[in-house]
C-alpha cells in the first residue's frame, strides 16, 4: 500500500483478469478513522492485507459497486472481523463470495462523519463515499462512476448500467467540492486526482461527454 495523504493509503494496483485492456487497474482504499480503520473498494493483495493488520485491522469494509467483491473480500471479513457493507442490490452478485452484514438503500451517515450516498448508472448498486478528513481535505470516492483513461476523464457503461441514472448521479456531483477524487478502476497507475471547483465541474463535463462503452467490448 501506498500512503496518500496522513489518513489514507492507495492498495497495490491490481490487473483483473480477462480484459482486453492490459493497462486496466483496481484500486481499494485505507481510511484511518477516529472509530477504527475502513476499507472502501478492495484489495485482493496479501501484502496490502499484511499492512492492514500492522495498522491495526479495520473494523468495517465497505463497497462501492458489486464488481469489488472477489475471494480476498471474505478472507478480510474473517481475518478482521470486520463489518461489510454494500447497496442492497448487490446482494445477489456478491453472494458467489461473501456475505455482508448489512447493506442500505439510501443516504446514511456512519461512524458520526463517513458519508453513503446512492449514486446508481454504473450499476444499479453503485455508491459514492464522502469524508471530510480532520487533517483538512475532503474526499470523495467515485468507484466506477468516474474513471481516468489516460488523460481522459470518462464514465463507465457496462452489462448493468443505467445511462439515465448516471446522468442523475454526475448532476448530483455538481453539487459536491471534493479536494480528492478517489477512484475503483482506471487506465493507468493514477488512481486519484485533487481539483478545485474549476477543475471538478470541467472533469465532470467531459466524463459526461465521453462514456466508455464497455458494452460492446465484452459483446
Known amino acids: 500500500m501506498?500512503?496518500?495523504?496522513?489518513?489514507?493509503?492507495?492498495?497495490?494496483?491490481?490487473?483483473?483478469?480477462?480484459?482486453?485492456?492490459?493497462?486496466l487497474m483496481?484500486?481499494?482504499?485505507?481510511?484511518?478513522?477516529?472509530?477504527?480503520?475502513?476499507?472502501?473498494?478492495?484489495?485482493?493483495q496479501p501484502e496490502d492485507h499484511q499492512t492492514i493488520a500492522d495498522s491495526g485491522g479495520i473494523i468495517r469494509h465497505y463497497l462501492t459497486h458489486w464488481h469489488e467483491a472477489g475471494p480476498g473480500t471474505r478472507l478480510l471479513q474473517q481475518r478482521f472481523n470486520s463489518a461489510l457493507y454494500c447497496h442492497n442490490r448487490a446482494l445477489g452478485p456478491i453472494s458467489p463470495y461473501v456475505e455482508p452484514d448489512d447493506t442500505f438503500t439510501q443516504a446514511e451517515l456512519h461512524c458520526g462523519s463517513f458519508h453513503?450516498?446512492?449514486?446508481?448508472?454504473?450499476?444499479?448498486?453503485?455508491?459514492?463515499?464522502?469524508?471530510?478528513?480532520?487533517?483538512?481535505?475532503?474526499?470523495?470516492?467515485?468507484?466506477?462512476?468516474?474513471?481516468?483513461?489516460?488523460?481522459?476523464?470518462v464514465t463507465l457503461l457496462v452489462s448493468d448500467s443505467n445511462e439515465a441514472d448516471l446522468r442523475?448521479?454526475?448532476?448530483?456531483?455538481r453539487a459536491l467540492r471534493p479536494d480528492v477524487v478517489l477512484m475503483t478502476t482506471t487506465s493507468g497507475h493514477k488512481a486519484w486526482q485533487e481539483v478545485d471547483t474549476r477543475r471538478w465541474?470541467?472533469?465532470?463535463?467531459?466524463?459526461?461527454?465521453a462514456p466508455l462503452d464497455l458494452r460492446q467490448r465484452h459483446a
Not at 2 to 13: F, G, H, I, N
Not at 201 to 209: G, T, V, W
Request: hydrophobic share 30%.
Open 2 to 23: 501506498k500512503q496518500l495523504y496522513e489518513d489514507l493509503w492507495v492498495s497495490t494496483p491490481e490487473f483483473p483478469e480477462n480484459e482486453q485492456n492490459p493497462a
Open 26 to 44: 483496481m484500486h481499494g482504499y485505507l481510511l484511518q478513522h477516529s472509530r477504527g480503520n475502513l476499507l472502501i473498494s478492495r484489495t485482493e
Open 116 to 153: 453513503i450516498v446512492p449514486t446508481p448508472g454504473h450499476t444499479p448498486d453503485s455508491t459514492t463515499y464522502l469524508y471530510a478528513s480532520p487533517f483538512g481535505k475532503t474526499y470523495l470516492f467515485v468507484g466506477d462512476t468516474l474513471s481516468l483513461y489516460g488523460e481522459s476523464w
Open 168 to 173: 442523475k448521479s454526475l448532476e448530483f456531483y
Open 201 to 209: 465541474l470541467s472533469l465532470l463535463d467531459e466524463a459526461e461527454n
